[in-house]
């Protein structure tokens, strides 16, 4: 394994480092891919934290941006309109997470383990990783960009937000290139660089409030770039 | 409901397109280049599956019988796949003649390579079909050289 | 003793698993209308699979993930759909030419009809999907598929003009009578033969599959430098052969049969019977790889277990796909639909989705967090950049001059 596990570091970037991952069982067995996210939200107004891994088309196909997102999701629903819970991805806890590495390591064997995400717990809400991605960010000053990715604090079975990372969401936030040691072969580095240049972070303090129903968030400062922190 | 209706309209203008494109006028003449490019092709495939014939002929007992076999069946499947589009098209008026001329060389062709696989195929002896057929790819050769000018 | 065992049997697995279908009938049409002038693409072509295949191969062993896994956690969802559906469509294509080639060599030797062959090759693949060991079909495909060196010894037997051959080769010397369009298409076509992308989702794959470490590094390394060069050379030496027995005589390639005639020109009955053999295999092992590609990328998109490393019955959807993918190729097989044209057609659909599967590749070879010490150097970042353009470039080409050619005649 070439990569430590990430649950021992300090931070985990949900996108990059979590989204779209492979998981693996105790056995080695794949299980599926991670999906979504599930985030809860503290109705007092508490640190949001992904709470647990998503997967299943209902957790894919709103994923598939906003227009044909609806339309599978719709689709997807008609296909099964006489199942119940057709719009509930299944879901994996975060403690079953033993390693994280290039894949999701579980603790325990696949047989039987993926079961419907529950109901939000009283005082709380529900959302997805997946709405709050994309999103315009909104500061004091006009347009800041866009969420491209949130840094998490990485506790045990509770992953809160610790930043935003904000950019322009220009094609290619997922490859990585503008974060980490990245040593990319020179053109690439160079464009994708380019195009990521103004890719910033924020933290979750400084969010003002975030409009789930229509898509939108309110900061109270502007983002610090990422090429001026190292 | 809107966005139904947009997309039938979009699928009738592609649907509109495509057979514009498919369907060139049925009956009118091809245009002079058209016509001699062709003929290049189709009377190309006739040399090219002689070719062939010609190369199984010269060393029919060095090759195995059922490879001989398929490779000549081979040959008047590609000769008769080229030379449809050719038959059901319309010459340029100026060109009846030498429309007729590549169609019964194509015929001749045809047949010549039917009896080389025949023969091929019986066992039979095929000493005197590989003279037919050298003189058949020389003609055609010829032919192609005149009408179509290559 | 026994490591170099290993050694020589994965080079020569490589050479004989290199050549397939797409290969055969492009690098034989070729050779017939363009002599050796387009050999330089065929090397540009064998040299882009050794860097992107070494790649590959590297971020398999190093992260564990094969190549799809990567293009969804890299590209998004969105994108790696785009991509998983291009590929999809052109190793599905490659998979269904493949069993027709498969159907044609077997009644090149019985000269039954092919559609009566086709359903048993199609049940045959998939017995071997299903039931084969990983590297039991990897070695024995690959070992007779060196059968097709036949062509290099044919072409020593027809003894043709090797200063002639090495003149095209050298100074890109297009036929008079062929133009630039067409000259540009069938370079394309021959680069998305040599450059296929199920090669790249196999390779990766199959070193998960076959449970390569670290220690399998030069191992690996070994097998592509040296196997696929090798196998490229077999590439050359069937158009070296049609260029001398067909070329004086304007022969246009268009049937399996004819790939191999000069074999029987040169070597007799003996050398058709190795030559049919070599058919077989090579077609064959391609039509297992690329089956087993089309399993691959979907399980690895959607999560879902996937490969022969584990029993059938504990990867049951992987199983599916492929019982599906048979039966879909067998279905349009079927149809009386020419094996060759599918094949055309694949090539240059393979030139159209190369850059889909290379990007992904080369970032993932430079990350770090997967790779370790493993990243690309300098050699491998400067080829695989050049490559890309390299790539992009053949990739927009191809359907215009697909167009513009009519399919290059």
């Known amino acids: ?109 696949r047989d039987g383990l993926l079961d419907l995400e529950p109901d939000a717990e009283p005082g709380t809400s529900h959302r997805r990783l997946g709405e709050l991605l994309g999103m315009a960010v909104e500061g004091p000053g006009g347009h800041v960009g866009k969420v491209l990715d949130v840094r998490l604090s990485a506790d045990p079975g509770r992953y809160e937000f610790g930043h935003l990372v904000i950019g322009p969401g220009h094609p290619g936030s997922m490859l990585g290139y503008d974060r980490g ?49 190292d | ?106 015929g001749e062709a045809t047949t010549l390579l039917t009896r080389v696989s025949t023969a091929v195929a019986a066992n039979a002896g095929t000493a005197a079909l590989r003279e037919s057929v050298r003189k058949a790819y020389d003609d055609l050769d010829d032919l192609r050289t005149k009408v179509a000018g290559s | 003793m026994k490591k170099f065992f290993g050694l020589a049997l994965g080079i020569l697995t490589a050479i004989g698993g290199f050549v397939d279908i797409g290969d055969l009938v492009t690098n034989a049409q070729v050779g017939a209308r363009f002599g050796l002038s387009l050999g330089l693409v065929v090397v540009l072509g064998v040299l882009g699979i050794c860097v992107f295949a070494e790649m590959s191969g590297r971020v398999a062993v190093c992260s564990n993930r094969a190549t799809f896994d990567l293009v969804r956690e890299r590209l998004g969802p969105r994108v790696g759909l785009l991509n998983l559906v291009a590929s ?24 039954v009809n092919d559609l009566l062959i086709i359903p048993i090759v199609g049940l045959l693949v998939w017995l071997v999907l299903w039931r084969a060991r990983f590297s039991l079909m990897e070695n024995v495909l690959g070992l007779l598929g060196l059968a097709l060196v036949v062509f290099a010894v044919a072409l020593w037997k027809l003894d043709p003009s090797w200063g002639h051959l090495a003149h095209q080769t050298f100074t890109v010397a297009k036929p008079g009578d062929e133009d630039w369009m067409t000259y540009a298409y069938y370079a394309v076509a021959l680069f998305g033969a040599a450059m296929t992308p199920y090669e790249v989702f196999f390779f990766s794959s199959g070193g998960v599959e076959e449970k390569w470490t670290e220690k399998d590094l ?84 959607l999560g879902w277990q996937w490969g022969k490393f584990v029993r059938p019955d504990e990867a049951t959807r992987f199983h599916v796909v492929l019982v599906l993918a048979t039966m879909l190729g067998v279905a349009v097989l079927m149809t009386g639909v020419d094996p060759i044209m599918v094949t055309e057609i694949s090539v240059v659909g393979s030139a159209v989705a190369l850059p889909l599967t290379y990007f992904p590749i080369l970032v993932v070879a430079n990350d770090r967090d997967y790779m370790g010490e493993h990243v690309n150097g300098t050699l491998a970042n400067a080829l695989g950049t050049v490559y890309l353009v390299v790539v992009v470039l053949a990739a927009l080409a191809a359907l215009p001059l697909l167009v513009l050619t009519g399919m290059g005649s």
């Open chain 1, 1 to 109: 394994m070439r990569i430590g596990n990430r649950l021992e570091g300090e931070w985990i970037d949900a996108m990059l480092h979590l989204m779209d991952r492979q998981v693996v069982d105790v056995e080695g067995r794949m299980v599926c891919n991670v999906d979504d996210l599930e985030i809860t939200l503290d109705d007092d107004g508490g640190t949001p934290a992904v709470t647990r891994l998503l997967t299943g088309p209902a957790a894919l196909l709103p994923r598939m941006s906003g227009r044909t997102g609806h339309w599978l999701r719709r689709r997807w629903i008609s296909l099964g309109i006489q199942y119940a819970h057709r719009d509930v991805p299944l879901a994996i806890d975060l403690e079953r997470i033993r390693h994280l590495g290039s894949a999701v390591e579980l603790d325990v064997r």
């Open chain 1, 181 to 229: 040691d990245f040593n990319g072969p020179w053109l690439v580095q160079r464009i994708v660089g380019r195009l990521h240049r103004h890719v910033g972070l924020l933290s979750w303090d400084e969010v003002e409030a975030v409009d789930w129903d229509h898509g939108g968030v309110r900061v109270t400062e502007e983002p610090q770039l990422l090429t001026e922190i």
């Open chain 2, 1 to 106: 409901m809107r966005r139904a209706g947009a997309l039938v309209a979009v699928l009738l203008v592609v649907l509109l397109v495509l057979l514009c494109a498919c369907t060139t006028r049925a009956g009118s003449p091809a245009g002079e280049s058209a016509w001699r490019e062709q003929a290049d092709k189709v009377l190309g495939a006739a040399m090219s599956s002689l070719g062939t014939a010609r190369v199984v002929l010269e060393n029919d007992t060095d090759l195995p019988h059922p490879y001989a076999v398929v490779t000549l069946q081979d040959a008047i499947t590609s000769l008769h796949r080229e030379s449809g589009s050719f038959l059901t098209s319309r010459p340029p008026d100026d060109r009846h003649t030498d429309n007729d001329r590549v169609v019964a060389a194509l």
């Open chain 3, 88 to 111: 999809m469509i052109v190793t599905l294509l490659t998979f269904i030419a493949e069993i027709g080639g498969v159907a044609l060599a077997l009644s090149l030797a019985s000269s």
């Open chain 3, 218 to 301: 030069g191992q690996m390394r070994a097998n592509v430098f040296v196997g696929f060069p090798l196998g490229g050379l077999l590439s050359l030496a069937i158009a070296g052969c049609t260029a001398t027995v067909f070329g004086p005589l304007d022969v246009q390639v268009d049937a399996l049969s004819q790939v191999g005639l000069p074999v029987g020109v040169a070597l007799g009955k003996i050398g058709i019977a190795i030559v049919l053999v070599g058919f077989v295999a090579a077609t064959f092992g391609a039509a297992c790889e690329t089956g087993l590609s089309v399993g691959y990328s979907l399980a690895q998109y």
